[in-house]
């Protein structure tokens, strides 16, 4: 026996003695950088390890021994390292923690293999980013895999013309650092793609996030190894990566979804579309072009469209419900003040029904009189005459109608505030006929996510715009020179599809995602998403996903949504590295007991009125389950129970251990 193991054993041999240790820590270390990493290892990772009282490391070129505080570091020179770490953790099983300089892991069994890092996280959207932030400011190893080139997700992607945010900039924006909150200047009140996605760059750069961030790399293969109790990951790059963690920050409106029309390959113009937009200007001038396409992103696109090119040719669907966006420029003052009291608003979002905090600014309003409640909304809507309806429109815009809460509960009171939208909208369009056909009819108010538009209406007043209704006048099939529907040819140079996403399901289920026993995500979600609170599925340990079905994700600020995912999660994997938990997965009847609860609650709302198609409900993509996907009961709810599961030891999850 050499020198070494023969050092080691005997040292085994007198912690088995000593049972006051309560923890040990084991590190491989290179021969050059014990010192240095001893260093790293005191400062970052002993303050979060209770009762860590020594640590072991092998694999110096001297044997050495050190008090650090209240931690004893001792070294060994071995050369065989695993086999005396084997037979040390074989005497203290459950007592060390394994810790590998690069890779901070701590569910590891002798017989188990080490990962490339700690945790994969899969996306490099705001919340891939966010995660990668938290999990390396826990001492985790991480690595980051994006299929764009750079950060940012959906502000990188969705470059069309007139693409922006629907909730306020201060309060869409990251709230775990105050420096970010005070350095951060934003032009307008919502903000244009353009300055999000510089937000996204800033973010990057502040944190210095790219470092550990893999870009032009997609997932299609994320794979759980049992016996090894590892995800591997690999990408259709070559790329191969295994992690003891895997968090899924694949987006929910990240998988553009086109419809298959006949013909469709066959179209000699420009195709685009709207989620994938190109990087480089496009120019439209002097181009005729068509959009399929008028939910969220074709209603910001269509007025650019129409002022870009030379004609504009909107392909209708379903006709929208879209209110008048605010234009305001960010005065100096608004944003001071929401910036002293940032800490108040963060809280107020926790504690809202849409991660939205409401707050309003008292010292930088314009007008020093407070404004005064209308008496018109204290009562539900059907308290007004239809005259008093369109008049509050007139005054207060299409807004006015969802500030009455029966509109989103009571069939009578939606019915009432739609004829009045409908109302409105002949107003705004000179053209009788193609203002009706630009009322929807067949669903409403309430039952998709709220539009906002700039200019939408008045659109199609100009007169190089034409609207054709998909309902009155079907497509046929694209031809090479155009768009075929049943009343004759469009002809056209280019096609942009504004066809929305595969959302909330589509990025997880392309990704090659298989767990315990070789199921795949795909099998198990066959007949819709079962997840529990959106952040796991059973039979997948270890892999977290962020704003999955079953959050209130989509429904809310997603910013918010996120942070709260992020935190949920890193405070989740912290836990099982504490505790020595190797795998923590939900048990199958939580999941089955949360989507009840999540269906339970969204019966009796509009979005789930039998006249509502939403993609909410996976209806804009052919062949997808009809399930509601989202969390309608609002943020704060949300957030409770997930901080209620965790006081109560993880309730509805399966943490295993080691033995
Ligand atoms: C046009 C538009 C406007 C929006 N406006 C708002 C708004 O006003 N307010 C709001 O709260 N939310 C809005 N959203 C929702 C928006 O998606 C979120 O606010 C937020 O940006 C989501 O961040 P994320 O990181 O979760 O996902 P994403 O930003 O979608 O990022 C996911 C990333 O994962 C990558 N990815 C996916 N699959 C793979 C794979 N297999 N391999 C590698 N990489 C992969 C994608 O390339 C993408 O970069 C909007 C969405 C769109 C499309």
Not at 99 to 107: C, F, I
Not at 145 to 159: D, I
Not at 416 to 439: F, I, M, S, T
Request: aromatic share 10%; charged share 20%; glycine share 8%.
């Amino acid at each position: 026996m050499s020198l070494s193991l023969s050092l080691s054993l005997s040292l085994s041999l007198s912690l088995s003695l000593s049972l006051s240790l309560s923890q040990a820590m084991v590190v491989m270390v290179s021969s050059r950088d014990v010192r240095e990493r001893l260093d790293v290892l005191d400062r970052n990772l002993k303050p979060r390890i209770a009762g860590l009282s020594m640590m072991v490391l092998i694999g110096g070129d001297r044997y050495w021994i050190e008090h650090r505080h209240t931690l004893w570091a001792v070294c060994f020179c071995l050369h065989d390292s695993h086999q005396v770490l084997t037979l040390m953790v074989a005497f203290y099983a459950g007592r060390f923690s394994w810790y590998n300089p690069e890779v901070v892991t701590q569910s590891w069994s002798p017989t188990m293999k080490s990962p490339d890092v700690d945790v994969i996280v899969v996306g490099g959207g705001f919340a891939g980013m966010y995660a990668l932030y938290r999990l390396r400011g826990e001492g985790l190893s991480v690595r980051v895999l994006e299929a764009g080139s750079n950060v940012g997700g959906t502000w990188y992607w969705n470059r069309y013309p007139g693409a922006r945010c629907d909730v306020p900039s201060l309060e869409y924006s990251f709230g775990f650092s105050r420096e970010l909150e005070r350095e951060w200047d934003w032009p307008e009140v919502f903000s244009a793609q353009t300055d999000i996605l510089a937000y996204a760059n800033h973010v990057a750069d502040k944190f210095d996030l790219r470092r550990d961030m893999v870009f032009n790399t997609r997932v299609n293969s994320v794979v759980y190894d049992e016996a090894d109790n590892l995800w591997h990951v690999s990408a259709e790059n070559g790329h191969e990566y295994s992690s003891r963690y895997c968090v899924m920050a694949t987006g929910c409106l990240s998988v553009p979804n086109k419809p298959d029309l006949p013909g469709a390959d066959f179209f000699e113009g420009r195709v685009l579309h709207t989620g994938l937009w190109p990087k480089e200007e496009v120019d439209l001038s002097g181009q005729r072009v068509g959009i399929i396409g008028t939910g969220s992103s074709g209603v910001q696109a269509i007025p650019e469209l129409a002022r870009m090119s030379d004609h504009l040719t909107v392909f209708q669907r379903t006709p929208v419900y879209t209110i008048p966006a605010n234009r305001n420029r960010m005065r100096a003052e608004v944003q001071d003040e929401f910036r002293d009291n940032y800490e108040k608003i963060r809280k107020m979002q926790k504690n809202s029904f849409g991660g939205v905090s409401g707050f309003q600014p008292v010292k930088s309003r314009r007008s020093k009189t407070p404004p005064m409640p209308d008496p018109r909304f204290a009562e539900g809507i059907l308290q007004l005459s239809p005259e008093e309806r369109v008049e509050l429109v007139n005054e207060k815009t299409f807004g006015a109608l969802l500030a009455f809460r029966d509109v989103y509960t009571d069939a009578e009171a939606n019915e009432a505030a739609n004829e009045a939208y409908r109302g409105g909208v002949r107003k705004l369009v000179n053209n009788p006929e193609v203002a009706d056909k630009l009322c929807p009819t067949t669903y409403g108010l309430g039952c998709k996510r709220q539009v906002l538009d700039r200019d939408f209406y008045a659109t199609f007043n100009r007169n190089n715009v034409t609207l054709i209704d998909l309902a009155d006048d079907p497509i046929v099939s694209i031809r090479p020179t155009g768009v075929e529907t049943s009343e004759g040819l469009h002809e056209l140079d280019v096609l942009i599809y504004a066809t929305g996403f595969d959302a909330m399901t589509g990025a997880l289920l392309l990704a090659g995602i298989q767990g315990r026993d070789g199921r795949t995500l795909n099998d198990k979600w066959e007949d819709g998403p079962v997840a529990y609170l959106g952040l796991q599925m059973a039979g997948f340990p270890n892999l977290f996903t962020i704003t999955g079905p079953g959050s209130p994700s989509v429904l809310c600020n997603m910013l918010v949504a996120i942070e709260q995912h992020v935190d949920w999660i890193t405070d989740c994997i912290g836990h099982c590295r504490m505790h020595h938990v190797t795998t923590i997965e939900p048990r199958p009847e939580s999941e089955v007991d949360w989507v009840a609860h999540v269906n339970e609650v969204a019966q009796g709302t509009m979005y789930t009125a039998p006249t509502c198609n939403s993609w909410y409900l996976g209806a804009n993509i052919e062949g997808k389950p009809r399930i509601f996907m989202p969390y309608v009961g609002g943020f704060a709810r949300y957030r409770h129970r997930c901080e209620e599961i965790v006081a109560n030891d993880y309730e509805g999850f399966d943490l295993r251990r080691v033995s």
